[in-house]
Structure formats: C-alpha cells, structure tokens
C-alpha cells in the first residue's frame, strides 16, 4: 500500500473526529487573518511571489463578482440566425431576455418549500463551548490528561445507547441529564402532549452538538406520533414527526416543543 493512503483508510476504517466539521470550519475563518499576517511580515522574494499569487487571487474574485451582477442584466436576444439580415426599422423590436439563472416558477416553488419547513423559532442564541463543555481531569498526572468533557446540557440517548470504555470516553453524558420524553403542543389542535423522543435531528448550536445528542433551545427533534393518531396522505398512520424545542431545558427541568406540520 502506498504511503500516503493510510490516513484514507484510517478516515473509512474509523471516521473522523466529532469535532471534524467545526475544526475545519475554525481553519477556513482562519485565513484571512493568516493572509493578512504574511502580508505584513514577508520580506523579499517571498513577499514579491505572495503579492503575486494574491493578485491573482484578487482578480479571479472580482471577475466572478462582476459575472454574478451580470446575471440579472436584461439585454436583447441575441439573432439565432445572423445569415438573414434584419431591416434597420425593425432592429428595436428584439424582445428583451432576461438573464436570471432562475426563472419565477422555480423561485415560488422554492418559497413554497421554505414555508414549508419553516420553524417557530428562527433564530436561537449562541451557546460557547466554555458553557457547554466542562473540563474533566484524569490520571496521575493532572497538568497533562485534561482531554475530558461533561455535557452540561440535556442530551437524548438512544434505547440501546451503550458507554464506550471510561479510558476511551471523550464526552461524558450524565445520567441526570438525560431526558426521554417531550411535552409536545399541536399547532392546529392547541393541544399538549407528551411523547417519546427517537432522536435528535438538527441542533442548531454545531454538527457536534447534533451527534452529541444535547437539546438546547431551537432544536430540531424527531417524536413519536403515533398515539395521536396522525395520518399521512397515503392513509398510514405516522410513526415519526419533527418538533422544535421551544424553551431552555436546562433551566425548566423539562423539555417543551411545537410540532411542525
């Protein structure tokens, strides 16, 4: 095997870290202040060669800008047939066309779809990790194994949710914290209830948090439905729906929803 293929096998054997996406995501904001760095302090040849290659950069960004403003220009039709001459009077009768890449059919259409889907609670305040995380200190050496978190929030855990071995364990859940059930509020019916949880869809916090399994206020997750009777177009009953939590469970005790139908 060559050697530069171990670290894909390694990423198909085991997967990536649960902080992969965020890490990634730290690195791209990154960029500009490390730009901004090298920019400042190159001396000689190397700075010549990166004024270059930014440039270029610079250049390549503006093109693509002036090509996303030229999209909604609305200029004549251009002549399907240029070998059959127009008369000179009948120039200015070409219909304009429009240049939008997307024409107004598929516009509703994709209005209609985030109708749809919209939630009650669009916009959510940020959670840090310092609020969220809290360090866990192990073995004999302090200073140095601090790689350990308590979840500090209500999570959800799965029926068949089984502990890897304490030595392995990065995030630790607490028992006390896990929560099960919602008080779930139909729209439509104005009426309460209380369902079971089968999983956490969306936190809208981080993907870690979403595999992690914490509910925080803005949540997206996925209830039981089956005992309200729910039926879908096809005259099945529904097995499984959407929710949102709509208040912090942390603080109440309990977690509270609003069904998206």
């Given at each position: 095997m060559p050697q530069n293929e171990y670290i894909?096998?390694?990423?198909?054997?085991?997967?990536?870290?649960?902080d992969h996406e965020e890490r990634t995501r730290k690195k791209a904001a990154r960029e500009g202040h490390k730009a901004s760095e090298n920019a400042q302090n190159l001396r000689g040849l190397r700075a010549k060669l990166y004024a270059k290659k930014r440039h270029h950069e610079k250049i390549q960004l503006r093109k693509q800008i002036k090509a996303h403003e030229e999209r909604n220009v609305k200029g004549a039709a251009a002549e399907?047939?240029?070998?059959?001459?127009?008369?000179?009077?009948?120039?200015?009768?070409?219909?304009?066309?429009?240049?939008?890449?997307?024409?107004?059919?598929?516009?509703?259409?994709?209005?209609?779809?985030?109708?749809?889907?919209?939630?009650?609670l669009p916009k959510v305040r940020g959670i840090a990790e310092e609020e969220m995380f809290k360090v866990v200190k192990t073995g004999k050496?302090?200073?140095?194994?601090?790689?350990?978190?308590?979840?500090?929030?209500p999570t959800f855990v799965g029926p068949d949710f089984t502990r890897r071995a304490p030595k392995f364990e990065r995030f630790i859940r607490p028992m006390g914290l896990r929560y099960k059930k919602a008080h779930?509020?139909?729209?439509?019916?104005?009426?309460?209830?209380?369902?079971?949880?089968?999983?956490?869809?969306k936190n809208p916090q981080q993907p870690l948090y979403t595999q992690l399994g914490v509910l925080t206020k803005g949540t997206i997750i996925e209830v039981n439905v089956s005992d309200l009777g729910i039926v879908t177009a096809g005259g099945k009953v529904a097995w499984g729906r959407y929710a949102q939590i709509t208040n912090s469970p942390e603080m109440d005790g309990c977690v509270n929803g609003v069904l998206l139908v």
């Open positions: 894909e096998r390694a990423i198909k054997q085991h997967g990536r870290r649960l399907k047939d240029p070998a059959n001459p127009v008369p000179a009077y009948l120039l200015d009768r070409s219909q304009a066309t429009s240049a939008k890449a997307l024409s107004t059919q598929i516009k509703n259409k994709r209005a209609e779809k985030a109708a749809k889907f919209a939630v009650p050496k302090i200073n140095k194994k601090a790689w350990k978190r308590v979840v500090t929030k779930i509020t139909h729209p439509t019916l104005n009426v309460t209830v209380q369902l079971p949880i089968l999983g956490v869809k």
